[in-house]
DNA sequence: ACTTAATGTCAAATATATATTACTTAAAGT
DNA sequence: ACTTTAAGTAATATATATTTGACATTAAGT
C-alpha cells in the first residue's frame, strides 16, 4: 500500500485535523494517521464513516489510483 | 449491518459460487459467506479484491443503500 | 529562542477479522 | 429415494486492525 494523498487532501479540504476527524469517526488519531501514510488495511466501515464525514464517496478516496481526478 | 445482496448478485452475474469468489480472492469461502450475509466488518484490501474480481467498484458494492441502480 | 498545534512514529495491549474444522440445510439431477 | 453441489452456520484458533501511552519532529506565531 502507498499513501493515501486523496485522504489527506480531503480533509484538508474540510479544514480538519487528523486528531478532529478521528474524533468525529470514533477512532484514535493514530489510526488516521497511519491510514493517510498507507501502511494499514482499514475496516470497509471505519472507511465508509471517514468517507461520509469528509463528503466524499468509497470511489473518491480508497478506489484505485484513477491518479487524481476529483472536481475538487 | 444487512444483507449484502448487491455483492450475492455480482457475483450472481458472473456465475461465480462464494467458493470460486473466495478462492480467487485468497480468502475462505465463510467469509464470503459471512459478507454477504452482512455481520461482518470486511477490510477495506479484501473489499476492493473482490470488486476487481467482479468486476464492480467499490461505491457498486458497499456505499450506501441508494437502493438498487446498477446498470446491470 | 520559545511556545504551541499538528503530525509522525513506536512498543505493548486489546479487539476483532479471518482461518480451520465440521455439521446442517436447500436445491437440482438422476 | 439418493447423490451432489452450493449455501448457511457455529466453535475454537490465529492473524491483524486498533488502542493506549509516550516521545520526536515540523511549521507557524510571538
Redesign the interface.
Known amino acids: 500500500?502507498s499513501k493515501n494523498l486523496k485522504m489527506k487532501s480531503a480533509r484538508a479540504l474540510s479544514d480538519m485535523t487528523q486528531d478532529e476527524l478521528a474524533k468525529r469517526v470514533g477512532v484514535t488519531r493514530q489510526t488516521i494517521n497511519a491510514i493517510e501514510k498507507g501502511d494499514y488495511?482499514?475496516?470497509?466501515?471505519l472507511?465508509?464513516d471517514i468517507c461520509k464525514t469528509l463528503n466524499v464517496?468509497?470511489?473518491d478516496l480508497?478506489?484505485?489510483d484513477d491518479t487524481n481526478e476529483q472536481p475538487l
Open positions: 500500500m488495511n482499514p475496516t470497509i466501515k472507511c465508509i464517496t468509497l470511489n480508497f478506489w484505485e
